[in-house]
């Protein structure tokens, strides 16, 4: 069970500094492990919303979607997250 200080105190700074990514991951990556995977995929499309090429959030949204039962949904951000990983191994490589 989520600590519920722990995570309004979270929430709180997240909103604070909504430009801190990895703050915004933490926060994903918790509500996950509490099981409030609505929540955490919430949080994830509006990260996504502002840097759609974010291959941690994307991964994260299709933890939540799957934790949703929503597999279509969990499916179509683990295909975008692969595309991107691929496209960035081949950018490497040139």
Same mark, same amino acid.
């Given at each position: 069970? !989520?600590? @519920?200080?722990? *995570?309004?105190?979270?929430?709180?700074?997240?909103?604070? =500094? @909504?430009?801190?990514?990895?703050?915004?991951?933490? &926060?994903?990556? *918790? *509500?996950?492990?509490?099981?409030?995977?609505?929540?955490?995929?919430?949080?994830?499309?509006? &990260?996504?919303?502002?840097? @759609?090429?974010?291959?941690?959030?994307? !991964?994260?949204?299709?933890?939540?979607?799957?934790?949703?039962?929503?597999?279509?949904?969990?499916?179509?951000?683990?295909?975008? =997250?692969?595309? &991107?990983?691929?496209?960035?191994?081949?950018?490497? =490589?040139?």
């Amino acid at each position: 069970m !989520l600590d @519920p200080e722990l *995570l309004s105190g979270l929430e709180e700074a997240v909103e604070a =500094a @909504p430009e801190n990514r990895k703050l915004h991951l933490h &926060l994903i990556a *918790l *509500l996950l492990s509490g099981g409030l995977s609505d929540r955490a995929l919430g949080h994830a499309q509006w &990260l996504l919303l502002h840097e @759609p090429d974010n291959k941690d959030a994307l !991964l994260l949204a299709a933890q939540a979607a799957e934790a949703l039962e929503d597999d279509e949904r969990a499916d179509r951000y683990r295909r975008v =997250a692969e595309a &991107l990983t691929q496209m960035s191994e081949s950018s490497d =490589a040139a």
